[in-house]
Every structure is written in structure tokens, then in C-alpha cells.
């Protein structure tokens, strides 16, 4: 649970100085797939998980990372991102790289890190999906939606398939300090065909955490007055 993960972060950073003085964490969140407009699924649980907890959570300060374009792709990812830059606590960090220069770059070196793209040191990171990751000493969490990929290969293009060979889920999920899913089911997945056990202390790993997709509230009808006495 990203909230939960935080509130360890609160007390040592990776530098293992004490912050339990200052409940401010700066939490970066990978959002690079919000840059090619009309945001789909995974995008749209981006934006909301991250409206809720910005809204929930003022104290703590949400860096927004975005790469590729500054012409096409940066403007996807404010018009996507909205009202939410509006707030305070929340910045929005955008790189000019083209996006299949970063990726092979990543792929290849592990760099640039993710301390150099973010530009300044965040506590904890936040992955809404899979993707070509960098290095980083900052503790990372992970959403796995799900693992059709690899159970059924077949529904996907060459293409695609190719994209998950080379972006490594399984060293993703290994390399992660918690994951996300939001079934049983995905999580189940994920002990089977990765090997993810348990919480595991030694590997400063929290495990996996099941957290549902909720319902946006925009989905949820509001009692207008001649609804009273029915």
C-alpha cells in the first residue's frame, strides 16, 4: 500500500537520516504514459488514485514525471493532469527525451536514473504500470493490473509481446519494494509465475498489496431533493 509504504519513509530516509520531525514526504510518480492524449485505462487510474490521494494528503508533496515531446507530449500530460496542477503540492516535471531514445537507453544502461529525471530526491516512487524503469536507490512501488501478458501471449501483437520481453516485468516486480494489484487473483499470479513471496524484511520488501479499483464518483448519482420521503 503506497500510504503505507510512506508513512516508513516518514521515519528514515534512504540516507538514513530521521524525518520524524517533518511529516512531509515527497512521493514521485511515473507518469509517462499520460502523454499520448485520451488517457486509457491504466490512465485514468492514474489520474484518479492520484487526484484522491492529493486531495486526501496536502501535506505531502507529489512530483509528476512525464518525458518525450515538449511540443505534443508535455501538453498531453497537463491537459490530462487538469485541475490537478492546480493544487500546491503538486508539480508536474516533464523531460524533452524522446521517449524511444530514453527506453533503449534504459534498457541498455539503466540510465538515466530516476533521481536525475525527477531533478530533485523523492522519498518513495509510484509506478501505475510496467514499464522500461530506470536505476534508483529510492524505494519503489508498482502496479501489476495484471498478468495476461505472460498466461495468454496470444491475444497480443508481435509488437507487444516483443515491448514486455524487453521491459522485464518479472525483474520489475523482484526489484520492487511493494506491488499493487487489485485482485487475489493477480496476486496469486504474481507468486506463481514470479516467485513473489511473502514480506520479506531482509529485501526491504512489503510484498503484495490487493487493492481494488473503486468507483469514480462521477459514477455515483448524488440525492437531488425529490428523493426525500421516497
Same mark, same amino acid.
Given at each position: 500500500? &503506497?500510504?503505507?509504504? /510512506?508513512?516508513?519513509? =516518514?521515519?528514515? !530516509?534512504? =540516507?538514513? +537520516?530521521?524525518? #520524524?520531525?517533518n511529516p512531509s514526504v515527497r512521493i514521485g510518480v511515473d507518469a509517462r504514459h499520460l502523454t499520448g492524449g485520451n488517457p486509457s485505462g491504466i490512465g485514468q487510474y492514474t489520474l484518479a488514485l492520484l487526484g484522491a490521494m492529493a486531495a486526501a494528503h496536502p501535506e505531502h508533496d507529489f512530483l509528476i514525471l512525464s518525458t518525450g515531446s515538449p511540443h505534443k507530449a508535455k501538453p498531453n500530460a497537463e491537459q490530462a493532469l487538469g485541475n490537478l496542477l492546480e493544487r500546491p503540492h503538486v508539480t508536474h516535471v516533464h523531460r524533452s527525451i524522446i521517449n524511444r531514445v530514453l527506453n533503449f537507453s534504459i @534498457?541498455?544502461?539503466? =540510465?538515466?536514473?530516476?533521481?536525475?529525471?525527477?531533478? /530533485?530526491? /523523492? !522519498?518513495? +516512487?509510484?509506478?501505475p504500470? +510496467?514499464?522500461?524503469? *530506470? =536505476? #534508483?536507490? #529510492? *524505494? &519503489? /512501488?508498482? #502496479?501489476?493490473? !495484471?498478468?495476461?501478458?505472460? $498466461? $495468454?501471449?496470444r491475444l497480443y501483437s508481435l509488437r507487444r509481446r516483443l515491448w514486455h520481453t524487453l521491459v522485464r516485468p518479472k525483474a520489475i516486480a523482484r526489484r520492487a519494494s511493494a506491488l499493487i494489484v487489485p485482485s487475489k487473483t493477480t496476486a496469486m499470479d504474481l507468486e506463481r509465475l514470479y516467485e513473489i513471496t511473502t514480506?520479506?524484511?531482509? @529485501?526491504?520488501?512489503?510484498?503484495i498489496e490487493v487493492i481494488p479499483h473503486g468507483v469514480d464518483e462521477m459514477f455515483s448519482p448524488r440525492p437531488q431533493p425529490q428523493d426525500h420521503g421516497v
Amino acid at each position: 500500500h &503506497l500510504q503505507g509504504h /510512506v508513512s516508513r519513509v =516518514r521515519e528514515q !530516509d534512504a =540516507r538514513g +537520516i530521521s524525518r #520524524t520531525s517533518n511529516p512531509s514526504v515527497r512521493i514521485g510518480v511515473d507518469a509517462r504514459h499520460l502523454t499520448g492524449g485520451n488517457p486509457s485505462g491504466i490512465g485514468q487510474y492514474t489520474l484518479a488514485l492520484l487526484g484522491a490521494m492529493a486531495a486526501a494528503h496536502p501535506e505531502h508533496d507529489f512530483l509528476i514525471l512525464s518525458t518525450g515531446s515538449p511540443h505534443k507530449a508535455k501538453p498531453n500530460a497537463e491537459q490530462a493532469l487538469g485541475n490537478l496542477l492546480e493544487r500546491p503540492h503538486v508539480t508536474h516535471v516533464h523531460r524533452s527525451i524522446i521517449n524511444r531514445v530514453l527506453n533503449f537507453s534504459i @534498457l541498455l544502461t539503466g =540510465r538515466p536514473s530516476f533521481e536525475r529525471l525527477f531533478g /530533485v530526491p /523523492v !522519498d518513495v +516512487i509510484w509506478c501505475p504500470n +510496467i514499464n522500461f524503469l *530506470p =536505476r #534508483t536507490n #529510492t *524505494p &519503489l /512501488v508498482v #502496479t501489476f493490473h !495484471d498478468l495476461s501478458y505472460a $498466461m $495468454m501471449p496470444r491475444l497480443y501483437s508481435l509488437r507487444r509481446r516483443l515491448w514486455h520481453t524487453l521491459v522485464r516485468p518479472k525483474a520489475i516486480a523482484r526489484r520492487a519494494s511493494a506491488l499493487i494489484v487489485p485482485s487475489k487473483t493477480t496476486a496469486m499470479d504474481l507468486e506463481r509465475l514470479y516467485e513473489i513471496t511473502t514480506p520479506n524484511p531482509s @529485501l526491504k520488501r512489503r510484498g503484495i498489496e490487493v487493492i481494488p479499483h473503486g468507483v469514480d464518483e462521477m459514477f455515483s448519482p448524488r440525492p437531488q431533493p425529490q428523493d426525500h420521503g421516497v
